[in-house]
């Protein structure tokens, strides 16, 4: 549903953004990317399953580099996951640098941002709750809530 109000998004507390992506370097050699992009699925099911493993909230967009921002309670959780013996991603990771390790064909990467209160703001017009509107929680950005600086103000004063 598509939200015309101008809103902001609030996640309470501290939390983790995760970006994370793949990029196909050499298309044709479908056995070497295709493993790679159909493990974050199982992934994302598996975390979508047991939210008290501290994940909140994916979104992803396609093309020769695929990307996926995440949303995380926090740090710890994150790289517990990341290290769990028993969960999707070690396995996954262990494959990747089995069957591409250095080898050129797909390229991987993340970067991992930790987020406290009033050290982000976000507006959204037009659009249904995405991204942090999805993990968190929206409101209308009104008064001192219409621009970025008002958005950074109001977020450090909450608790």
Request: aromatic letters at 12%; glycine letters at 10%.
């Amino acid at each position: 549903m598509i939200r015309r109000d101008r809103v902001t998004a609030n996640l309470e507390g501290d939390f983790v953004v995760f970006l994370i992506g793949m990029r196909i370097n050499k298309p044709w050699k479908v056995h070497k990317w295709l493993p790679v992009a159909s493990a974050m699925p199982k992934m994302l099911k598996e975390l979508y399953r047991q939210p008290e493993l501290g994940f909140i909230h994916a979104e992803s967009w396609f093309g020769r580099t695929l990307i996926m921002v995440q949303y995380w309670r926090s740090m710890d959780q994150l790289l517990a996951y990341a290290k769990d013996r028993e969960a999707q991603h070690l396995p996954a990771w262990q494959a990747f640098n089995k069957a591409v390790g250095t080898d050129g064909t797909v390229g991987i990467w993340h970067e991992t941002y930790a987020v406290s209160p009033g050290r982000y703001e976000n507006v959204y017009v037009n659009m249904p709750p995405f991204g942090l509107g999805r993990a968190g929680s929206l409101r209308l950005a009104s008064g001192g809530l219409q621009s970025a600086a008002g958005r950074l103000g109001a977020r450090r004063h909450e608790p």
